[in-house]
């Protein structure tokens, strides 16, 4: 079992940044691909972006690239979301989720944490 809490989301002005941070406890942390995911309102939860194991390979979602950056402490069991240049329509609950590296599936979900940008 992993647990994952995420931390770091609130209010931002358009063109602002957050840096969402997500905790995990349980397992090795290091044995996990972790994933970001987003939903906001009245839309399906969408992938953001994900790293890998050894924090070495990164990949994002095309609406984010190039502004957000995934990576993680493998010491601090923690893995972190930094959003820059956010707009509006950046505006969801924000996830994280961890996968074994022999997975295709996420089986382990943080409960979310709200990201609001303004205009």
């Known amino acids: 079992q992993v647990l994952l809490v995420e931390s770091g989301g609130g209010l931002v002005q358009a063109g602002g940044s957050l840096r969402l941070s997500c905790a995990a406890s349980?397992?090795?942390?290091?044995?996990?691909?972790m994933g970001w995911f987003r939903q906001a309102p009245g839309k399906e939860r969408e992938f953001v972006g994900r790293?890998?194991?050894?924090?070495?390979?990164?990949y994002y979602a095309d609406p984010v690239k190039g502004r957000f950056t995934i990576s993680r402490d493998n010491a601090k069991n923690t893995v972190y979301l930094q959003m820059n240049s956010l707009k509006p329509e950046d505006t969801a609950v924000y996830y994280c989720?961890?996968?074994?590296?022999?997975?295709?599936?996420?089986?382990?979900w943080g409960q979310g944490t709200q990201v609001t940008v303004s205009s």
């Open positions: 349980g397992r090795t942390f290091s044995n996990y691909v």
């Open positions: 989720a961890a996968r074994t590296t022999s997975s295709t599936s996420y089986n382990y």
């Open positions: 790293i890998s194991w050894s924090g070495g390979i990164t």
